[in-house]
């Protein structure tokens, strides 16, 4: 069995586009993979068209390590871009075998090792921007079943956190908590925005209350590495990190530093179900734990599952599933793993999902810049607003 071709089909789901991958053999069985990077998708695809068809057409799809290796080695330049491009076409020979041997992915990379998988919520807070407006939703989370949910409760911070911002955030927090209740975990989403010494004094100023954090993800910038290890030490919170980070080499220094709690590579990023596999078994040997982060769509959700499924030391998965865009599911056959805030056990055979091509062509590519975190834009435009809205 040879690949033949490689097909790219973009999506727009409101603030981003979704970049769909679709590689046939010529046995006829295809299998698809996501390569969404928010306002980058035409770059990522021109690389896979461009380059990366040229380093798999007739390729044996079960040659996973050869075929991804070879194209990790050689991309030379790394990064987001390129890695990305690499990651869709290794979830889509892992689809490919899945199909061809008849059983989900998870089977294949190591089985079921866990009796449930818990999904935490985010994208749920578009929109807000009082504390009052995040209880509110944050009511309605809860009341769809999830355990745990993320937000972040900044309005522009970059380096310095001043005094009302600050108060500012920990009214968020203590608004959430207070309306979650003390059994829903939370996670402070920070996305790299604080200087060390404001980042310690914030997650300080978070443990003395009784909150139930479940960690604090990426207080510093993300190759901050050292940084990060020092706001560690500094506060008994948990810490997170990971998303951004692209290379084994990355990944390998950030677990032997031991300077988070919880690894949180992304499968549609780091080249693929393989590399994020290897990345879970270096934190074991730490005894860390991971949780991969998975904010684009449907496609990267499902390789995020099957992954999640068979890794032991893996925790809750991330979902924006129920606060994207209406027409999220349909780009994949009204697909929808979510039950009451948990994920079912995939059944089907490869990834379990296929790209609805009439659903997608609805939705064509809509030039867009991903709203920026450091200005008050990104608040009002953040997807998930007119969702949840319609579901109060």
């Known amino acids: 069995?040879?690949?033949?071709?490689?097909?790219?089909?973009?999506?727009?789901?409101?603030?981003?586009?979704?970049?769909?991958?679709?590689?046939?053999?010529?046995?006829?069985?295809?299998?698809?993979?996501?390569?969404?990077?928010?306002?980058?998708?035409k770059a990522?695809?021109?690389?896979?068209?461009?380059?990366?068809?040229?380093?798999?057409?007739?390729?044996?799809?079960?040659?996973?390590?050869?075929?991804?290796?070879?194209?990790?080695?050689?991309?030379?330049?790394?990064?987001?871009?390129?890695?990305?491009?690499?990651?869709?076409?290794?979830?889509?020979m892992w689809d490919i075998i899945g199909k061809s041997t008849r059983e989900p992915v998870y089977r294949l990379i190591g089985g079921r090792a866990k009796p449930t998988l818990h999904a935490?919520?985010?994208?749920?807070?578009?929109?807000?921007?009082?504390?009052?407006?995040?209880?509110?939703?944050?009511?309605?989370?809860?009341?769809?079943?999830?355990?745990?949910?993320?937000?972040?409760?900044?309005?522009?911070?970059?380096?310095?956190?001043?005094?009302?911002?600050?108060?500012?955030?920990?009214?968020v927090v203590d608004a959430v908590a207070q309306a979650a209740g003390p059994d829903i975990g939370l996670m402070i989403e920070?996305?790299?925005?604080?200087?060390?010494?404001?980042?310690?004094?914030?997650?300080?100023?978070?443990?003395?209350?009784?909150?139930?954090?479940?960690?604090?993800?990426?207080?510093?910038?993300?190759?901050?590495?050292?940084?990060l290890k020092e706001v560690k030490a500094a506060t008994s919170l948990p810490v997170?990190?990971?998303?951004?980070l692209y290379a084994m080499a990355d990944f390998s220094r950030l677990i032997g530093l031991r300077a988070c709690d919880v690894v949180q590579m992304d499968v549609a990023h780091c080249g693929g179900i393989s590399a994020a596999k290897k990345v879970a078994n270096l934190a074991a040997t730490q005894d860390i734990?991971?949780?991969?982060?998975?904010?684009i769509g449907p496609v990267a959700l499902a390789a995020a599952l099957h992954f999640a499924w068979s890794t032991p030391?893996?925790?809750?998965?991330?979902?924006?599933?129920?606060?994207?865009?209406?027409?999220?599911?349909?780009l994949v056959s009204g697909w929808n793993p979510l039950r009451k805030g948990s994920f079912a056990l995939p059944d089907k055979p490869g990834l379990g999902i296929e790209l609805d091509e009439a659903a997608i062509a609805a939705h064509p590519y809509k030039p867009l810049a991903f709203p920026s975190l450091w200005d008050r834009t990104w608040i009002d435009e953040f997807t998930g607003t007119a969702k949840l809205a319609a579901k109060a």
């Not at 089909?9 to 069985?29: C, E, K, S, W």
């Not at 929109?127 to 989370?141: T, W, Y």
């Not at 734990?289 to 904010?295: F, R």
């Open 1 to 41: 069995m040879k690949i033949k071709s490689l097909e790219t089909l973009m999506a727009n789901a409101g603030q981003r586009n979704y970049l769909f991958v679709r590689l046939t053999t010529d046995t006829g069985l295809t299998g698809i993979g996501e390569a969404t990077l928010e306002w980058q998708e």
């Open 44 to 92: 990522v695809e021109v690389l896979l068209n461009e380059w990366v068809a040229s380093r798999i057409l007739g390729k044996d799809p079960f040659d996973i390590e050869a075929v991804v290796g070879d194209m990790i080695r050689d991309q030379y330049q790394g990064g987001s871009t390129v890695m990305t491009a690499i990651s869709a076409a290794e979830i889509a």
């Open 120 to 171: 935490y919520a985010n994208g749920w807070y578009g929109g807000c921007v009082e504390p009052q407006d995040f209880a509110r939703r944050a009511r309605e989370v809860v009341a769809l079943g999830y355990r745990a949910m993320k937000f972040d409760p900044f309005v522009t911070a970059w380096k310095f956190l001043g005094a009302e911002e600050e108060r500012h955030a920990v009214a």
């Open 190 to 227: 920070i996305h790299g925005r604080l200087a060390a010494g404001d980042a310690i004094r914030f997650m300080r100023r978070l443990q003395s209350g009784s909150h139930n954090i479940h960690w604090c993800e990426e207080p510093v910038a993300p190759e901050s590495l050292d940084l």
């Open 240 to 244: 997170s990190s990971g998303e951004r």
């Open 289 to 295: 734990a991971v949780s991969p982060h998975c904010s």
């Open 313 to 330: 030391n893996m925790l809750m998965l991330e979902s924006f599933a129920e606060f994207d865009v209406d027409w999220r599911n349909d």
